[in-house]
T-cell receptor
Framework: GQNIDQPTEMTATEGAIVQINCTYQ??????LFWYQQHAGEAPTFLSY????GLEEKGRFSSFLSRSKGYSYLLLKELQMKDSASYLC?????????FGSGTKLNVKP | AAGVIQSPRHLIKEKRETATLKCYPI?????VYWYQQGPGQDPQFLIS???????DKGSIPDRFSAQQFSDYHSELNMSSLELGDSALYFC???????????????FGPGTRLTVL
């Protein structure tokens, strides 16, 4: 397996910045993806990293360090609609391996 | 923009019945993936197809089978349904062949299967 770990749940305040971490143990993978999933809905793509470093997409940024087996998703200027689960997923050859997801609660 | 279409959106079956879930990928996407997501769990990869051929197989029970047709739509057939098969079933499509470095998957809205 890929042994992907994420915190189960986090709480943050509207307008703040939050960092969701993802650690993994695998010998290799093609890319690391972050998805957002609202309850009962399909996951939607947020960001991905193939190489080490930071990728920025508007309010969302994702960072990858292959040597440390570590990634994070950074959400800025939090909005109430950002309350959702955030899934870290490793893409290896033909399929994704998803982490258990982090449920983010944004409060006023 | 066109998205992945799944039907039906909701399905209720009884134990030991069969079910067929359908997935219509985004036009010009020739790769389809199926995932199962149980309550409070992460999506688990079941099976994938590229150009109408099975590309990879994950944790799909032997009671399940799937195929991709000439128009690239895919069907997941589930037989001898069990209570534990109750879950959200997502289909995702991709414009690239499996194994490429970057392969963004676009998820459909899912089919919620309830087995009574």
């Amino acid at each position: 397996g890929q042994n992907i770990d994420q915190p189960t749940e986090m709480t943050a305040t509207e307008g703040a910045i939050v960092q969701i971490n993802c650690t993994y143990q695998t010998s290799g993978f093609n890319g690391l993806f972050w998805y957002q999933q609202h309850a009962g809905e399909a996951p939607t793509f947020l960001s991905y990293n193939v190489l080490d470093g930071l990728e920025e997409k508007g309010r969302f940024s994702s960072f990858l360090s292959r040597s440390k087996g570590y990634s994070y998703l950074l959400l800025k200027e939090l909005q109430m609609k950002d309350s959702a689960s955030y899934l870290c997923a490793l893409y290896n050859f033909n399929k994704f391996y998803f982490g258990s997801g982090t449920k983010l609660n944004v409060k006023p | 923009a066109a998205g992945v279409i799944q039907s039906p959106r909701h399905l209720i079956k009884e134990k030991r019945e069969t079910a067929t879930l359908k997935c219509y990928p985004i036009p010009r996407h020739d790769t389809v993936y199926w995932y199962q997501q149980g309550p409070g769990q992460d999506p688990q990869f079941l099976i994938s197809f590229y150009e109408k051929m099975q590309s990879d197989k994950g944790s799909i029970p032997d009671r399940f089978s799937a195929q991709q047709f000439s128009d690239y739509h895919s069907e997941l057939n589930m037989s001898s349904l069990e209570l534990g098969d109750s879950a959200l079933y997502f289909c995702a499509s991709s414009p690239k062949r499996p194994g490429t470095g970057y392969n963004e998957q676009f998820f459909g809205p899912g089919t919620r299967l309830t087995v009574l």
